[in-house]
């Protein structure tokens, strides 16, 4: 089984207005962080946003937040206000165990998202 | 930027010779990982560090051996390269404290192997 699921392969989205971006996760381990990531053309990966598992409020940072619900498993990322420059590839990943343990990243296939003016 | 920079950037070699592929980084950090990117699989792990001489195998380990001597470099390397290991590579090191993690990628090496 995937531990992390996009299932939207490609996102359309104008410019100025917000868009959601989908991200299932899965793990039975009560300690865990989620992380969303994007990748322009250029092929830089970009850190975005992290959630940590007993994290009480959703993250945000700037015009990116993290809608954290544990019980369905969902973490999506929710960019406001869309902007051209916001085209890119979108990667959802998870790590599992604690924060300390230097645990590498699980990641999902990703999400294209396009925005147009 | 969290100093990471990975060499070659590009690099175009033949089935069945080595490559090494070199993430350096100015910050003491001591995890690092080296991950690869193919269409349609997004990043899977194939080897990671926590500190010097300390590695252990990801997902995708098999053809690949790294060695870190020093916190600072982490070497990745095919030691007889096949067409399946086209890939684009990425380096990675852990930043953070308890409440905020973070892993940051350096720019990547795309690899071609004819």
């Not at chain 1, 989908?22 to 250029?42: A, E, N, R, V």
């Not at chain 1, 619900?69 to 604690?98: H, P, T, W």
């Not at chain 2, 990982?33 to 269409?39: A, E, F, I, L, N």
Request: aromatic share 12%.
């Amino acid at each position: 089984a995937q531990k992390i699921t996009q299932t939207q392969p490609g996102m359309f989205v104008q410019e100025k207005e917000a868009v959601t971006l989908d991200c299932t996760y899965d793990t039975s381990d009560p300690s865990y962080g989620l992380f969303w990531y994007k990748q322009p053309s250029s092929g830089e990966m970009i850190f975005l946003i992290y959630q940590g598992s007993y994290d009480q409020q959703n993250a945000t940072e700037g015009r990116y937040s993290l809608n954290f619900q544990k019980a369905r498993k969902s973490a999506n990322l929710v960019i406001s206000a869309s902007q051209l420059g916001d085209s890119a590839m979108y990667f959802c990943a998870m790590r599992e165990g604690s924060n300390q343990a230097g645990t590498a990243l699980i990641f999902g296939k990703g999400t294209t998202l396009s925005v147009s003016s | 930027d969290a100093g990471i920079t990975q060499s070659p950037r590009h690099k175009v070699t033949e089935t069945g010779t080595p490559v090494t592929l070199r993430c350096h980084q100015t910050e003491n950090h001591r995890y690092m990982y080296w991950y690869r990117q193919d269409p349609g699989h997004g990043l899977r792990l194939i080897h990671y560090s926590y500190g010097v001489k300390d590695t252990d195998k990801g997902e995708v380990s098999d053809g690949y051996s790294v060695s870190r001597s020093k916190t600072e470099d982490f070497l990745l390397t095919l030691e007889s390269a096949t067409s399946s290991q086209t890939s684009v590579y990425f380096c990675a090191i852990r930043s953070g404290h308890e409440y905020q993690e973070t892993q940051y990628f350096g720019p990547g090496t795309r690899l071609l192997v004819l």
